[in-house]
């Protein structure tokens, strides 16, 4: 035994060469492979007047052409109309999806110009909820509709926020991150678009609309997001067009005193809003529209459906127990719905019996005044008849008389000429 120690002691020891480095530095690479692995997903709402210039807009920030059919303005009500597009730049793939709003401010009446969009973006978070909630659920591959951003295009007229806006973005911020951009900005001079701005955000501040405000808690980003939040709303110009400028060509707008280059920081904010809402802000927009607006919505369904947090004496909650008073509950209201529901029929029956009554003795009273009527009228037809026969006896009394003095008339006047005769033979 003893040699046998000796001779493992003297053999030569195998070493073991890593990989690579041992320990948690290693997690984020993993969570960056397989988030890049799975893909991303970004929707944005885009929310404006027709032909403001929303798709224009979308195909100058991604440099691509989306298909998209050219709305009219004789809408009579506001379409939602979503399309997903499939975009990859390097090894990233995103799943795109852009949500217009078709005939948006076209009505005379704006009263229900905004509920289309809120039952859109309802039915996205009871979407995201109802796959939450099944038992066997596939979060990891569900294909997120619920909208990340929202773009609020505001006409550039140089005044201020019109009624329309200022009431549908009200509705809106509870449920979306809204950033507003001031469509149309080479139609205001400099002094026209500082005014518009300052006046833009007085009006929201005053009406108590939260619009999305860029984070500052990332020292990483803290300044540069700083800087942006005091530039909203963002002033954008749109164009596919290229034009030359010197010796480059660009993207940008020619107009018969020069031309307007989309992204040049000194002539619009395109370039800002691009580098907010697609480099800087992606992953905080995402993040807001599942923190903030799906848990205000989902915590007011599951409350509405009986569900509730334990007490502050740390008693359990039972899901068991809440689904068997809710339905109990159900159960109670369905009843009593059905037994309203029979009792109203009833009250009907009663109003229709007493009804058919009423008309019944209606009927039978113009059966009896008609009985009535026919009766006399009968009786009148009777003498009238007995009438016209003691009529027709009389006359046929005299016609008899008149015959007879008739027929005796003329045997008289028959017998006169032989009379005459005689005498005269005489």
């Known amino acids: 035994l003893a040699s046998i120690v000796e001779n493992l002691i003297n053999e030569e020891k195998r070493t073991l060469e890593l990989s690579g480095h041992v320990g948690l530095r290693s997690l984020p690479d993993q969570l960056v492979k397989r988030a890049v692995k799975q893909g991303y997903s970004f929707n944005i709402l885009c929310v404006g007047e027709t032909g403001i210039g929303k798709s224009t807009l979308i195909n100058t920030l991604f440099r691509i052409i989306f298909e ?34 078709v005939g ?67 509705k809106l911020d509870s449920k979306v991150n809204i950033i507003p951009v001031i469509a149309k900005a080479d139609t205001l001079t400099r002094n026209e678009l500082v005014n518009l701005k300052i006046k833009v955000m007085s009006e ?6 939260q619009i999305y405000q860029f984070p500052t808690e990332d020292e990483a980003v803290a300044e540069i997001n700083s800087s942006m939040n005091t530039q909203l709303p963002f002033a954008v110009i749109g164009s596919t067009e290229n034009v030359t400028v010197g010796n480059k060509t660009v993207k940008g707008r020619m107009y018969p005193w020069g031309s307007i280059q989309v992204e040049n920081e000194n002539h619009c904010d395109l370039v800002k809003l691009r580098e ?57 209201e369905l009843q009593h719905k059905e037994e309203s529901m029979r009792q109203m029929f009833v009250n009907k029956v009663k109003e229709a019996e007493v009804e058919l009554k009423e008309k019944e003795k209606e009927l039978q009273g113009r059966f ?33 008389a008149a015959e007879t003095l008739m027929g005796q008339a003329l045997q008289g006047s028959s017998q006169q000429p032989f009379k005459k005769d005689k005498d005269k033979k005489k």
């Not at 929201?204 to 609309?209: A, I, Q, R, Y």
């Not at 697609?278 to 205000?296: G, K, P």
């Not at 003498?383 to 016209?388: A, G, I, L, P, V």
């Open 204 to 209: 929201l501040v005053s009406n108590g609309v």
């Open 68 to 101: 998209n059919e050219e709305a009219s303005h004789y809408d009579e009500e506001v379409k939602v109309l979503p399309r997903t597009y499939d975009l990859q730049e390097s090894n990233v793939n995103l799943k795109l999806t852009v949500v217009h709003t």
């Open 276 to 332: 907010m809402l697609l480099r800087v802000n992606m992953e905080d927009l995402r993040e807001q529209t599942h923190t903030r607006h799906y848990e205000l919505y989902r915590r007011c369904k599951l409350e509405e459906m009986g569900f509730k947090d334990p007490t502050l004496d740390n008693q359990s909650f039972s899901l068991q127990k809440t689904y068997e008073a809710k339905r109990k509950e159900f159960i109670k």
């Open 368 to 400: 009896e005044l008609l009985k009535t009527m026919h009766q006399e009228e009968k009786k009148n037809l009777e003498e009238k008849k007995r009438e016209m026969e003691e009529e027709m006896n009389a006359f046929n009394r005299r016609k008899v």
């Open 104 to 170: 948006f401010g076209d009505q005379i009446n704006h009263v229900k110009s905004s509920e289309p969009i809120l039952e859109y973006i309802d039915a996205q978070f009871k979407r995201y909820l109802e796959e939450e909630l099944k038992i066997k659920r596939s979060l990891w591959n569900y294909h997120d509709t619920r909208i990340h951003a929202c773009l609020y295009f505001i006409a550039p007229n140089g005044h201020s926020l019109k009624a329309l806006d200022l009431v549908t973005m009200k």
